[in-house]
């Protein structure tokens, strides 16, 4: 399991840069991409030219190193005032929203994922402006999941804990992760992996996570669910239904079915846990007795 209070947050994993020193886009353009998962964290690509190519070969508009990308993997065409993506026959597939897509056209805010990385689509009104916007949003969210990443929970924790205390308030947090789930990129393939993660991590915030508590990626396929105001008891009943629905989640890759489980602990604040580390560690203890009992069970 990840070491709880050194090495390295789950998004920092594929930065070549910190947040501190990207620099704003300094072409003029009505529409651009902004790379929110992958070697180059937070670059800009002005979409400033009629076709713009993507792929794996040097010759590409935008290069993209990795053996999971097609030499020419896709192309983004301006026609007639908009912008439309196209596959090139790509071995992967080129992924809109988590869709395969052949053709389409893209809209404001759409992500367009090859290979291992992840675009964000922006476009109309002040470009440097949404390039600023999503530079901050990305330094509180994990960029493959789109939930709150490790600093992002860290602070809310800090907040939430300050709090329970002062008003003399219930917190407790649940902790997982998917069980065997190397054996699932082993499989499958990674593609298939961060599918999964995408996947649970959007099912669980549809239906699941309420507005006032936290979904969070503590580092690979961990994960954090913080609960404000909830004791130990009921904090174990929503670990039990997170793995329930996790497992009972038809997660569908292509034509593919994978079946996956998780492992979770509960923990709820106490003095010996009053701070986000110790709270954390508390629940990952859980975790870990759930592994130990078998997993695809909880502990709290």
């Known amino acids: 399991m990840t070491p709880l209070d050194e090495g390295p947050m789950s998004d920092d994993a594929t930065r070549k840069a910190k947040i501190s020193d990207i620099r704003p886009p300094t072409v003029s353009a009505e529409s651009a991409l902004i790379e929110i998962h992958g070697p180059n964290l937070g670059r800009n690509y002005p979409l400033n030219v009629a076709v713009t190519t993507i792929g794996r070969e040097a010759g590409n508009s935008i290069q993209i190193d990795q053996d999971n990308a097609s030499r020419c993997h896709c192309k983004l065409e301006k026609m007639r005032g908009a912008i439309y993506v196209e596959d090139l026959g790509s071995t992967n597939g080129t992924y809109l929203n988590d869709s395969p897509i052949k053709r389409e056209r893209l809209r404001h805010g759409d992500l367009l994922k090859i290979g291992g990385v992840v675009f964000k689509f922006v476009s109309g009104g002040n470009i440097e402006g949404l390039y600023h916007e999503e530079i901050y949003r990305m330094t509180i969210t994990d960029g493959l999941t789109q ?152 502990r709290g």
Do not use: W
């Open 147 to 298: 939930v709150a990443n490790k600093r992002y929970l860290v602070e809310f924790l800090e907040r939430e804990i300050a709090r329970a205390i002062r008003f003399g308030r219930q917190l407790s947090v649940v902790m997982f992760d998917i069980d065997h789930f190397k054996q699932v990129n082993d499989t499958y393939g990674h593609l298939a992996g961060d599918f999964i993660l995408k996947e649970m991590c959007a099912t669980l915030s549809r239906q699941l996570v309420r507005m006032e508590e936290l979904l969070a990626r503590y580092g690979g396929e961990e994960f954090v669910i913080v609960l404000p105001e909830t004791g130990l008891s009921t904090a174990t009943t929503i670990a039990e239904k997170t793995r329930r629905m996790v497992e009972g989640h038809g997660f569908h890759f292509g034509e593919t079915e994978i079946k996956i489980s998780i492992s979770a602990g509960a923990a709820e604040l106490s003095p010996m846990a009053a701070d986000p580390l110790n709270l954390i560690r508390a629940a990952d203890e859980k975790l870990y007795a759930a592994k130990h009992a078998g997993r695809n069970c909880v």
